[in-house]
Protein backbone atom coordinates (compact mmCIF):
# COMPACT_ATOMS: atom_id res chain seq x y z
CA UNK A 1 0.00 0.00 0.00
CA UNK A 2 1.68 3.27 -1.15
CA UNK A 3 0.96 6.38 0.11
CA UNK A 4 -0.47 7.95 -3.43
CA UNK A 5 -2.91 5.44 -2.90
CA UNK A 6 -4.20 6.76 0.67
CA UNK A 7 -3.66 10.18 -1.35
CA UNK A 8 -5.67 9.71 -4.14
CA UNK A 9 -9.05 11.33 -3.80
CA UNK A 10 -10.02 11.34 -7.38
CA UNK A 11 -9.92 9.47 -10.40
CA UNK A 12 -8.09 11.42 -13.33
CA UNK A 13 -8.02 10.27 -17.11
CA UNK A 14 -6.78 12.74 -20.00
CA UNK A 15 -5.64 12.18 -23.17
CA UNK A 16 -5.31 13.51 -26.97
CA UNK A 17 -7.84 12.46 -29.70
CA UNK A 18 -7.30 12.91 -33.10
CA UNK A 19 -10.90 14.95 -33.71
CA UNK A 20 -12.57 17.87 -32.99
CA UNK A 21 -14.17 18.61 -29.85
CA UNK A 22 -17.99 19.10 -31.65
CA UNK A 23 -17.24 15.49 -32.62
CA UNK A 24 -16.58 14.13 -29.02
CA UNK A 25 -19.30 16.02 -27.27
CA UNK A 26 -21.98 14.44 -29.59
CA UNK A 27 -20.63 11.00 -29.06
CA UNK A 28 -21.24 11.52 -25.73
CA UNK A 29 -24.76 14.06 -25.19
CA UNK A 30 -27.02 12.45 -28.40
CA UNK A 31 -28.35 8.82 -27.39
CA UNK A 32 -27.87 7.60 -31.35
CA UNK A 33 -24.14 8.27 -31.12
CA UNK A 34 -23.67 7.56 -27.28
CA UNK A 35 -24.74 3.78 -27.86
CA UNK A 36 -21.99 3.15 -30.68
CA UNK A 37 -19.16 3.75 -28.49
CA UNK A 38 -20.23 3.35 -24.60
CA UNK A 39 -20.84 -0.96 -24.82
CA UNK A 40 -17.79 -3.36 -24.23
CA UNK A 41 -17.11 -5.91 -26.40
CA UNK A 42 -20.39 -8.68 -25.80
CA UNK A 43 -22.78 -5.73 -24.49
CA UNK A 44 -25.02 -3.82 -26.10
CA UNK A 45 -25.87 0.02 -24.82
CA UNK A 46 -29.39 1.37 -24.85
CA UNK A 47 -30.08 4.66 -23.75
CA UNK A 48 -33.04 5.01 -21.14
CA UNK A 49 -33.07 8.61 -20.55
CA UNK A 50 -30.66 11.73 -21.98
CA UNK A 51 -31.82 15.09 -21.00
CA UNK A 52 -29.00 17.54 -21.04
CA UNK A 53 -30.38 20.52 -19.53
CA UNK A 54 -28.87 20.78 -15.80
CA UNK A 55 -30.73 19.07 -13.42
CA UNK A 56 -31.93 16.65 -16.51
CA UNK A 57 -31.57 13.04 -15.73
CA UNK A 58 -29.64 10.40 -17.50
CA UNK A 59 -29.66 6.55 -17.63
CA UNK A 60 -27.57 4.26 -19.94
CA UNK A 61 -27.88 0.47 -19.89
CA UNK A 62 -25.47 -2.35 -20.44
CA UNK A 63 -27.45 -5.89 -21.73
CA UNK A 64 -25.43 -8.67 -22.16
CA UNK A 65 -26.57 -11.72 -24.64
CA UNK A 66 -27.41 -13.60 -21.94
CA UNK A 67 -29.75 -11.16 -20.31
CA UNK A 68 -27.63 -9.68 -17.83
CA UNK A 69 -27.60 -5.97 -17.47
CA UNK A 70 -25.76 -2.76 -16.09
CA UNK A 71 -27.27 0.13 -15.41
CA UNK A 72 -25.60 3.19 -14.46
CA UNK A 73 -27.41 6.99 -14.37
CA UNK A 74 -27.45 10.32 -12.84
CA UNK A 75 -27.94 13.63 -13.43
CA UNK A 76 -26.27 16.14 -15.75
CA UNK A 77 -24.81 19.66 -13.81
CA UNK A 78 -23.57 21.71 -16.75
CA UNK A 79 -23.81 21.25 -20.26
CA UNK A 80 -21.36 23.52 -22.11
CA UNK A 81 -21.27 22.56 -25.81
CA UNK A 82 -18.91 21.57 -27.25
CA UNK A 83 -16.37 22.20 -24.30
CA UNK A 84 -17.80 21.00 -20.59
CA UNK A 85 -19.93 18.22 -19.30
CA UNK A 86 -20.42 17.67 -15.54
CA UNK A 87 -23.14 14.56 -14.10
CA UNK A 88 -23.54 13.07 -11.07
CA UNK A 89 -22.71 9.14 -11.55
CA UNK A 90 -23.81 5.90 -9.80
CA UNK A 91 -23.86 2.25 -10.98
CA UNK A 92 -27.16 0.82 -10.40
CA UNK A 93 -27.42 -3.02 -8.86
CA UNK A 94 -30.08 -5.25 -10.04
CA UNK A 95 -32.70 -4.29 -8.50
CA UNK A 96 -32.02 -0.59 -9.64
CA UNK A 97 -30.50 0.55 -5.92
CA UNK A 98 -28.46 3.36 -6.89
CA UNK A 99 -24.67 2.57 -5.63
CA UNK A 100 -21.69 4.80 -4.35
CA UNK A 101 -22.75 7.77 -6.06
CA UNK A 102 -19.45 10.19 -7.49
CA UNK A 103 -19.38 13.31 -9.96
CA UNK A 104 -18.11 13.60 -13.05
CA UNK A 105 -16.55 15.76 -15.10
CA UNK A 106 -15.08 15.91 -18.75
CA UNK A 107 -13.46 18.68 -20.29
CA UNK A 108 -12.98 19.05 -24.15
CA UNK A 109 -10.12 20.92 -25.14
CA UNK A 110 -9.01 22.11 -28.28
CA UNK A 111 -5.44 21.13 -29.03
CA UNK A 112 -3.47 21.00 -32.02
CA UNK A 113 -4.49 17.86 -34.65
CA UNK A 114 -7.59 16.89 -32.33
CA UNK A 115 -8.86 17.64 -28.49
CA UNK A 116 -7.21 17.11 -25.21
CA UNK A 117 -10.33 15.19 -23.15
CA UNK A 118 -10.03 15.11 -19.25
CA UNK A 119 -12.30 13.22 -17.24
CA UNK A 120 -11.92 13.53 -13.95
CA UNK A 121 -14.67 11.65 -11.51
CA UNK A 122 -14.78 12.98 -7.66
CA UNK A 123 -15.81 11.01 -4.70
CA UNK A 124 -18.59 12.95 -2.26
CA UNK A 125 -16.32 13.59 0.59
CA UNK A 126 -19.47 13.41 3.02
CA UNK A 127 -23.27 12.75 2.60
CA UNK A 128 -23.07 16.46 3.33
CA UNK A 129 -21.49 17.20 -0.01
CA UNK A 130 -23.34 14.47 -1.64
CA UNK A 131 -26.47 16.83 -0.45
CA UNK A 132 -25.53 19.74 -1.54
CA UNK A 133 -24.77 19.58 -5.20
CA UNK A 134 -23.65 23.18 -5.69
CA UNK A 135 -20.87 22.57 -3.59
CA UNK A 136 -19.64 18.86 -4.17
CA UNK A 137 -20.06 20.72 -7.88
CA UNK A 138 -18.19 24.03 -7.37
CA UNK A 139 -15.01 21.73 -5.85
CA UNK A 140 -14.99 19.36 -9.26
CA UNK A 141 -14.80 22.29 -11.45
CA UNK A 142 -12.14 24.03 -9.37
CA UNK A 143 -10.16 21.31 -9.50
CA UNK A 144 -10.53 20.65 -13.60
CA UNK A 145 -9.98 24.55 -14.19
CA UNK A 146 -6.61 23.98 -12.22
CA UNK A 147 -5.65 21.11 -14.33
CA UNK A 148 -7.08 22.34 -17.75
CA UNK A 149 -5.68 26.03 -16.99
CA UNK B 1 -19.23 -4.14 -6.15
CA UNK B 2 -18.52 -3.50 -2.57
CA UNK B 3 -21.61 -1.91 -1.15
CA UNK B 4 -22.05 1.71 -1.12
CA UNK B 5 -22.56 2.92 2.75
CA UNK B 6 -19.09 0.91 2.85
CA UNK B 7 -17.20 2.86 -0.15
CA UNK B 8 -19.38 6.19 1.29
CA UNK B 9 -17.94 5.64 5.04
CA UNK B 10 -14.29 5.14 3.40
CA UNK B 11 -13.87 7.51 1.02
CA UNK B 12 -15.46 10.37 2.98
CA UNK B 13 -13.31 9.02 6.09
CA UNK B 14 -10.08 9.54 3.76
CA UNK B 15 -11.53 13.18 1.91
CA UNK B 16 -10.07 14.94 5.40
CA UNK B 17 -6.47 15.83 5.22
CA UNK B 18 -5.85 15.25 8.68
CA UNK B 19 -7.48 12.32 8.58
CA UNK B 20 -5.51 10.85 5.23
CA UNK B 21 -2.27 12.24 7.38
CA UNK B 22 -2.88 10.31 10.53
CA UNK B 23 -3.68 7.19 8.37
CA UNK B 24 -0.11 7.96 6.18
CA UNK B 25 1.26 8.28 9.70
CA UNK B 26 0.03 4.82 10.94
CA UNK B 27 0.93 2.92 7.38
CA UNK B 28 4.88 4.17 8.31
CA UNK B 29 4.72 3.57 11.57
CA UNK B 30 2.70 0.29 12.08
CA UNK B 31 0.95 0.97 15.66
CA UNK B 32 0.87 3.96 17.55
CA UNK B 33 -0.27 5.55 21.13
CA UNK B 34 -3.13 7.69 20.53
CA UNK B 35 -0.87 10.27 22.36
CA UNK B 36 2.10 9.76 19.47
CA UNK B 37 -0.52 9.69 16.60
CA UNK B 38 -1.60 13.66 17.77
CA UNK B 39 2.01 14.64 18.47
CA UNK B 40 2.41 15.72 14.74
CA UNK B 41 -0.52 17.70 14.82
CA UNK B 42 -1.53 21.35 16.15
CA UNK B 43 -5.00 20.22 16.87
CA UNK B 44 -6.67 19.66 19.96
CA UNK B 45 -6.72 15.72 21.85
CA UNK B 46 -10.59 16.07 21.28
CA UNK B 47 -10.33 16.80 17.65
CA UNK B 48 -7.55 14.21 17.42
CA UNK B 49 -10.20 11.78 19.22
CA UNK B 50 -12.98 12.99 16.68
CA UNK B 51 -10.84 11.93 13.50
CA UNK B 52 -9.85 8.70 15.50
CA UNK B 53 -13.63 7.92 16.21
CA UNK B 54 -14.42 8.65 12.22
CA UNK B 55 -11.46 6.19 10.57
CA UNK B 56 -12.57 3.40 12.91
CA UNK B 57 -16.36 3.52 12.25
CA UNK B 58 -14.97 3.82 8.65
CA UNK B 59 -13.57 0.16 9.37
CA UNK B 60 -9.92 1.80 8.80
CA UNK B 61 -8.01 1.26 11.97
CA UNK B 62 -8.40 -0.42 15.70
CA UNK B 63 -7.65 0.07 18.51
CA UNK B 64 -5.94 -1.83 21.24
CA UNK B 65 -6.30 -1.26 24.99
CA UNK B 66 -2.79 -2.40 27.07
CA UNK B 67 -3.00 -1.23 30.59
CA UNK B 68 -3.83 2.95 30.90
CA UNK B 69 -2.55 2.59 27.00
CA UNK B 70 -4.60 3.48 24.07
CA UNK B 71 -2.92 1.99 20.67
CA UNK B 72 -4.28 2.51 17.16
CA UNK B 73 -3.13 0.95 13.54
CA UNK B 74 -4.46 0.72 10.32
CA UNK B 75 -6.87 -2.68 9.62
CA UNK B 76 -5.43 -5.28 7.66
CA UNK B 77 -6.65 -4.81 3.80
CA UNK B 78 -8.96 -1.60 5.07
CA UNK B 79 -8.51 0.33 1.94
CA UNK B 80 -9.13 -2.67 -0.61
CA UNK B 81 -13.10 -1.93 -0.89
CA UNK B 82 -11.91 1.89 -2.22
CA UNK B 83 -9.16 0.52 -4.15
CA UNK B 84 -11.04 -2.28 -5.93
CA UNK B 85 -13.82 0.36 -6.85
CA UNK B 86 -11.10 2.78 -7.82
CA UNK B 87 -9.31 0.45 -9.75
CA UNK B 88 -12.72 -1.23 -11.52
CA UNK B 89 -14.02 2.41 -12.62
CA UNK B 90 -10.41 3.53 -14.02
CA UNK B 91 -10.88 0.44 -16.06
CA UNK B 92 -14.20 1.09 -16.86
CA UNK B 93 -13.19 4.70 -18.39
CA UNK B 94 -9.85 3.70 -19.85
CA UNK B 95 -11.96 1.13 -22.00
CA UNK B 96 -14.77 2.96 -22.55
CA UNK B 97 -12.60 6.16 -24.05
CA UNK B 98 -10.40 3.53 -26.64
CA UNK B 99 -13.82 3.02 -27.79
CA UNK B 100 -15.03 6.96 -28.27
CA UNK B 101 -11.87 7.66 -29.75
CA UNK B 102 -12.45 4.67 -32.23
CA UNK B 103 -15.93 5.69 -33.26
CA UNK B 104 -14.49 9.51 -33.09
CA UNK B 105 -11.85 8.94 -35.81
CA UNK B 106 -13.97 7.02 -38.01
CA UNK B 107 -16.62 10.35 -38.04
CA UNK B 108 -13.28 12.71 -38.57
CA UNK B 109 -12.66 13.63 -42.05
CA UNK B 110 -8.79 13.15 -43.19
CA UNK B 111 -6.75 16.53 -42.58
CA UNK B 112 -5.00 17.47 -45.82
CA UNK B 113 -1.52 16.87 -45.52
CA UNK B 114 0.08 20.53 -45.96
Known sequence: ?149 | MADAPQLDSLFAALADPTRRAIVERLLAAGELSVGDVAAPFAISGPAITRHLQVLERAGLIERRIERQWRFVRVRADALAPAESWLSRQRRHWMAALDRLEAVAAAQTPKREKS
Open chain 1, 1 to 149: MSDSEVDETTLRLERLIPSPPEILFALWTQPAQFIRWWAPDGYEASVDALDTRPGGRWRTTLRRSDGSVRATSGVYRIVEPPRFLAFSWAWEDESGTRGHETEVVVNFESAPGGTRLVLVQRRFASKQARDNHTNGWSASFDRLTRVAG
